[in-house]
């Protein structure tokens, strides 16, 4: 029993978990490569050669596939038109295939390297979301005579107008001669390696924790229904204490919210209802674990509207020095050992280690 009582502060030598409750903020530093596609949707305003289309006699199909990596935007389009003028009911088909090679920015990282006006993208900008895809094309008309035009189009993306609104894009040529509002069916982004990094501070137990953290994210956003799922890498840096410096994974989930969204159509199209900014909520689970220090926790972020930087708040337990409740055999650890081998030796010098024979 003597031997068992000095072993049992060893198998405790390991602390228990502590919380980590922390506050933390950052912003899009490199927006990654992205993947769009799109396609369906019902037109609900048109004018083709300055004749304005009757909505109910539309008949519209259109699809979109468009990659960016940094600056450098690239993809096709291509739709079919057909229907009737307003007021003279003329029918008129038009269709064709546009190659994306450029991009009007959304937005442009990291944050200040542009002026929201100014075009190109300054050398200092090394990323973009698109707000228009920009490419040209031969498109066939018939109205009734027959023509061929080749046209700069500007296509605005889904990313503008979102779920779970979500409201009609814009596709229109550069001399205003074809115009075609519409509600797409399905649009999705692909995003890759997308780097948001920030400032971190709160307490571990009683003790005050700051640094600094990065996340590297890859998500699928489905801009239809408005929601994300998101996976990546996290790491926590120049932290004080200095073994909460950790690295590892990250997944979770977001969704658009319908709450403090600002209509930008006047601003950016100059069409109602065709471009809403809006934020995002998210929220997840990471495991941070270096080897020496396990780090597993929850987040709750609110990025700003549009979604360009955030704020929120995580919780986490944090384990030091191995797995809890295995023993440590330092010279520290075997002091209880050494002193309880130390007094069964002077009990059997004085005699009261032997059981009496009387």
């Given at each position: ?5 000095a ?5 405790h030598?390991?602390p228990?978990?502590n919380?980590l409750?922390?506050?933390i ?16 949707g ?8 300055g ?5 109910s ?11 960016v ?5 690239s ?5 079919s038109?057909?229907g009737?003028f ?6 008129f ?6 190659g994306?090679v450029?991009a009007?920015?959304a ?10 006006t ?5 050398a200092t900008?090394t990323s ?6 920009v490419?040209?094309?031969v498109?066939n ?6 023509l ?6 500007d296509?605005?993306?889904a990313?503008?107008?979102?779920g779970p ?11 205003g001669?074809?115009?075609i509002v519409?509600?797409y ?11 948001t990094?920030?400032?971190l501070?709160?307490t571990l ?7 600094s953290?990065?996340m590297?994210?890859?998500a ?16 926590f ?12 994974a990250?997944?979770?989930a977001s ?6 969204a600002?209509d930008?159509?006047?601003n950016?199209?100059?069409i ?6 809006t ?8 495991t941070l674990?270096?080897?020496n220090?396990?780090?597993q926790?929850?987040?709750?972020i609110?990025?700003t509207?549009?979604?360009?930087s955030?704020s929120?708040?995580s919780?986490a337990l ?5 797995v ?18 130390a007094l069964?030796?002077l009990?059997?010098r ?7 024979r009387?």
């Amino acid at each position: 029993m003597l031997f068992l009582f000095a072993f049992a502060p060893v198998a405790h030598a390991t602390p228990p978990p502590n919380q980590l409750d922390l506050t933390i903020s950052g912003s899009v530093e490199n927006s990654g490569q992205q993947y769009y596609t799109q396609s369906g949707g019902e037109v609900i305003y048109a004018s083709i050669l300055g004749q304005v289309v009757d909505p109910s006699t539309a008949a519209f199909t259109e699809s979109l596939a468009a990659s960016v990596d940094g600056l450098a935007t690239s993809g096709t389009a291509n739709f079919s038109f057909s229907g009737e003028f307003l007021g003279n009911e003329t029918s008129f088909t038009i269709g064709g295939t546009i190659g994306i090679v450029d991009a009007i920015p959304a937005e442009a990282f990291p944050l200040g390297c542009w002026n929201e006006t100014t075009l190109p993208l300054p050398a200092t900008c090394t990323s973009q979301v698109p707000a228009f895809f920009v490419g040209a094309g031969v498109l066939n008309f018939t109205v009734p005579q027959s023509l061929q035009l080749s046209l700069g189009m500007d296509l605005e993306s889904a990313y503008l107008n979102p779920g779970p609104f979500p409201g009609p894009v814009v596709w229109a040529s550069t001399d205003g001669s074809v115009v075609i509002v519409f509600s797409y069916a399905t649009a999705t982004i692909d995003w890759q390696d997308v780097q948001t990094n920030g400032p971190l501070a709160g307490t571990l137990g009683a003790t005050l924790v700051s640094g600094s953290f990065n996340m590297t994210t890859n998500a699928h956003e489905d801009l239809f229904a408005g929601t994300e799922a998101e996976s990546g890498t996290m790491t926590f840096f120049d932290m004080n204490p200095s073994y909460l410096d950790a690295s590892g994974a990250f997944s979770g989930a977001s969704t658009i919210p319908t709450y403090n969204a600002i209509d930008c159509s006047s601003n950016v199209t100059g069409i109602a209802e065709t471009c809403t900014e809006t934020g995002l909520a998210s929220s997840g689970n990471f495991t941070l674990d270096p080897g020496n220090t396990l780090i597993q926790g929850a987040y709750d972020i609110n990025w700003t509207v549009p979604a360009i930087s955030f704020s929120g708040n995580s919780t986490a337990l944090v384990s030091q020095g191995g797995v809890t409740g295995v023993p440590e055999f330092g010279a520290g650890a075997l002091a209880p050992v050494a002193m309880a081998v130390a007094l069964l030796l002077l009990l059997k010098r004085n005699g009261l280690g032997e059981r009496s024979r009387d």
